[in-house]
């Protein structure tokens, strides 16, 4: 099966500074890369996704890019806030969309 | 509008014992996914349905077993317990399965004793 990195596995920064996440995968056939936050004790959340066709997408302070040849790809949080305090999983998914996903981040914002 | 259901959202079992996990999914969804996430880990891909048909499965022993129903809804069976089966188990569902958004339920905690 697929197999993803994530790095790194925590990351700790001052409120209003940016977050970059990067995770990389094994299988040049995957083709929709989602990203997910879980807050302790709840279900993961879709933030956002980027499909093969694209390079970069964003939303509002939320950003991924896409490198299809080097197969990687990272989440861009700019302007922090303690809310954004959770663990984030890239995830990969090749055809069938069964998900194959990376360790975790545990992102701290520190106000 | 509802969002992915799971029932139950604890469970205690002990070792042998069998148990059984519910998802409905959201209206209009005819994808199930069933996920296993241990404590600090990521979720691990178990199964996915679609239209009632196995399109996928992952890397877990036959004691791990599922099924959609006609309305979609489905359940996810685990015989012959064992202490590392205790995590969080999620199902997620999706319009039709491929390369589309998966939106997962609260998940079941099952502790395995």
């Known amino acids: 099966g697929e197999n993803v990195e994530q790095h790194p596995s925590t990351l700790s920064v001052q409120e209003g500074d940016s977050a970059v996440i990067k995770c990389t995968y094994s299988?040049?056939?995957?083709?929709?890369f989602p990203w997910y936050k879980q807050e302790l004790g709840k279900r993961p959340q879709l933030i956002i996704d980027?499909?093969?066709?694209?390079g970069e997408k964003k939303d509002q302070r939320i950003a991924v890019t896409l490198n299809k040849t080097a197969k990687h790809f990272s989440l861009h949080i700019t302007e922090t806030q303690p809310e954004d305090s959770a663990v984030y999983f890239c995830?990969?998914?090749?055809?069938?969309?069964?998900?194959?996903f990376g360790t975790g981040t545990r992102l701290t914002v520190i106000p | 509008d509802a969002g992915v259901t799971q029932s139950p959202t604890h469970l205690i079992k002990t070792r042998g014992q069998q148990v059984t996990l519910r998802c409905s999914p959201i209206?209009?969804?005819?994808?199930v996914s069933w996920y296993q996430q241990v404590l600090g880990q990521g979720p691990q891909f178990i199964f996915q349905?679609?239209?009632?048909?196995?399109?996928g499965r992952g890397n877990f022993p036959d004691r791990f077993s599922a099924r959609q129903f006609p309305n979609y809804s489905s359940e996810l069976n685990v015989n012959a317990l064992l202490l590392g089966d205790s995590a969080l188990y999620l199902c997620?569902?999706?319009?039709?399965?491929?390369?589309?958004?998966?939106?997962f339920g609260p998940g079941t905690r099952l502790l395995v004793l």
């Open positions: 209206s209009g969804h005819k994808s």
């Open positions: 997620a569902s999706s319009l039709a399965g491929q390369m589309e958004t998966q939106y």
């Open positions: 980027i499909r093969s066709n694209v």
């Open positions: 349905y679609y239209e009632k048909e196995e399109r």
């Open positions: 299988d040049s056939a995957s083709n929709y």
């Open positions: 995830a990969v998914a090749t055809g069938a969309n069964n998900l194959f």
